[in-house]
Nanobody
């Protein structure tokens, strides 16, 4: 599975962005999906994950209530709607897929990774 993330950019604090991640295969609908991020000088951090159907999601505490993950299996695409953005949300955001249908927050269970899209939040 090849993943292509897009939608990053520069936004002011309090603003919104929607990231998209397009998958290359129709089997996309069989896998859970996740978003991770890596800020400069920091380790990769889990952001959100969604199960194969979109019926179950899980979020990092740091983004809960501000960020929503969703998916459209007909379009082989997963989304990350980010609202009330903060400067500390600045990072490269990666979409990824594990080899399971159930969601997971463990980055080591993710086998397929996109190339990342940069989100910069100015104060």
């Amino acid at each position: 599975v090849q993943l292509q993330a897009s939608g990053g950019g520069l936004v002011q604090a309090g603003g919104s962005l929607r990231l998209s991640c397009a998958a290359s295969e129709r089997t996309f609908g069989s896998y859970a999906m996740g978003w991770f991020r890596q800020a400069p000088g920091k380790l990769c951090e889990f952001v959100a994950t969604i199960n194969w159907s979109g019926g179950s999601t899980y979020y990092a505490d740091s983004v809960k209530g501000r960020i929503t993950i969703s998916r459209d299996n007909a379009k082989n695409t997963v989304y990350l709607q980010m609202n009330s953005l903060k400067p500390e949300d600045t990072a490269v955001y990666y979409c990824a897929a594990p080899r399971t249908a159930a969601w997971t927050a463990n980055e080591y269970e993710y086998h397929y990774w996109g190339q990342g899209t940069l989100v910069t939040v100015s104060s």
